[in-house]
């Protein structure tokens, strides 16, 4: 490997202990041991990584920081490397005029937000990692976050990609205008391909104005359906959440015990909304949401001020780690159904946890229907564990019956691509794989990811 780093001149070890740490995300899947790990510190190195894995027939698995839900960046092969974007972080620019922001791949997304409030815009894709995960890992599973419901996701974010192809060479895709309908539109198709077709190198993004005030209600509900009915009721009044947040009585245990912040107790479900906009309309708004879960048996309180808003957000966020004091270990799945089928899913999911002994808990976007269910069981404990496994299909089985989908914003990687024909049918499969061969004739760019290729 000394002799990579002799022809490449970038940063690259083959160190055991360096392997170790890249060979693993906050999946299930098994950790794997990489050829090397390269640290590139800009797009001339990037290229000079990729054409010297292409010469000597070696696997690009590009990185962000490892918060990936599905085994996107885990080395499924020997002959790969791993391309750590953690030294390319620059926060290029933020155009104030044209609302646009330039970033590197390793940007943290919750620096960019920090750093676009001082200035008074905002950028809505805000994944519960959002203190940790990237941008460039944002744009591989097209993240979304508890604002997708208003704001969108990733993709509707990104006006140009900088990126390089298996073969080396640099791109730029897309514009720095809003409206571009010159060709096909190139960067939509790396947006969500988890690094199987080429490595971004540069992003520019569509940034937003702050709203002029934010309310946010925190609404309480004895029966898990009624919950789950209020989302669709929202929505048909007319009303937009910023955010529509769901969290059913085990997760609103596990954050308690966790990080007690206050939330309700004896309660089945809550339901975090906030409204952005001018303060009038809002209030207005606030006043029918309230009307709407009160109908359904829900009590609402209102968040007094920013600190009281802040530590209703703290609780939310920290569900994830607050999980593992459940149980060591999780199988994370993040299922969408459509809103009015909720309620439905929901059941389902509680019926399943009752029938399989394994404890589930569930939360998530309800706004745009993005369920996050977790399966907590003991990998000590196989039985147990085995259990749990076999509930991701009937999860999914439940998922597709009501015309949901089985991700939302994880991806696919290596977890769920067992599952992945469950959804996308032969001729749909066969055009995405002909799209791969085509970019990626050699299968350098993360093989083995999504769907099963032809290995090279």
Not at 87 to 101: C, F
Not at 232 to 250: C, Q, V
Not at 363 to 383: L, Q, R, S, T
């Amino acid at each position: 490997m000394k002799k990579i780093t002799h022809i490449l001149g970038v940063e690259v070890s083959s160190e055991y202990e360096d392997l170790i740490c890249y060979g693993f995300d906050s999946s299930i899947v098994d950790e794997g041991l990489p050829h090397a790990v390269a640290w590139p510190k800009n797009a001339e190195d990037v290229v000079k990584i990729v054409k010297y894995a292409a010469q000597q027939d070696l696997k690009i698995i590009p990185r962000g920081a490892g918060t990936g839900m599905a085994g996107g960046s885990i080395p499924n092969r020997e002959d790969s490397i791993i391309l750590s974007f953690e030294k390319m972080r620059k926060i290029i620019d933020i155009d104030a005029d044209n609302m646009t922001a330039t970033v590197e791949p390793g940007t943290v997304n919750g620096r960019l937000q920090r750093e676009l409030e001082h200035q008074g815009f905002f950028y809505p894709p805000d994944p519960a990692s959002l203190n940790v995960c990237t941008l460039g890992g944002n744009i591989a599973t097209n993240a979304g976050g508890p604002r997708a419901i208003k704001y969108g996701v990733t993709r509707d974010y990104v006006l140009q990609l900088e990126a390089v192809l298996p073969d080396g060479s640099l791109v730029n895709l897309g514009g720095r205008t809003c409206k571009r309908v010159v060709g096909y539109d190139l960067k939509q198709l790396l947006i969500g391909a988890e690094g199987t077709l080429a490595v971004v190198t540069k992003i520019l993004l569509k940034i937003l104005p702050q709203p002029e005030d934010i309310v946010t209600l925190l609404v309480r509900f004895s029966d898990i359906e009624a919950a789950g009915n209020a989302v669709p009721r929202i929505i048909t009044s007319r009303i937009i959440p910023r955010t529509l947040e769901f969290l059913d009585g085990s997760a609103i245990k596990v954050i308690e015990q966790y990080k007690p912040t206050g939330l309700p107790s004896g309660v089945e479900a809550l339901l975090l909304i906030e409204l952005d906009g001018h303060s009038a309309t809002i209030q207005k708004e606030a006043e029918k949401v309230i009307s709407i879960c009160r109908d359904l048996g829900g009590e609402t309180s209102v968040a007094a001020d920013k600190l009281a808003r802040e530590k209703l957000w703290e609780a939310r966020r920290s569900i994830s780690p607050a999980l593992y004091h459940l149980k060591p270990n999780k199988i994370n799945e993040d299922i969408v159904v459509p809103r009015d089928k909720i309620p439905f899913v929901l059941s389902g999911l509680r019926r399943l946890s009752e029938e399989s002994g394994i404890i589930i808990v569930s939360f998530g976007h309800a706004g745009d229907g993005n369920i996050h269910v977790n399966i907590m069981a003991d990998k000590n404990i196989a039985e147990e564990y085995s259990r749990g496994k076999a509930l991701i299909k009937k999860i999914f089985e439940l998922t597709l019956s009501v015309g949901g989908s089985i991700s939302g914003e994880h991806g696919i990687g290596l977890a769920k691509l067992p599952y992945i024909e469950m959804e996308i049918k032969e001729r749909e499969m066969k055009l995405m794989k002909d799209i791969k061969r085509l970019i990626d004739p050699q299968n350098i760019m993360n093989p083995g990811k999504i769907f099963i290729q032809d290995r090279t």
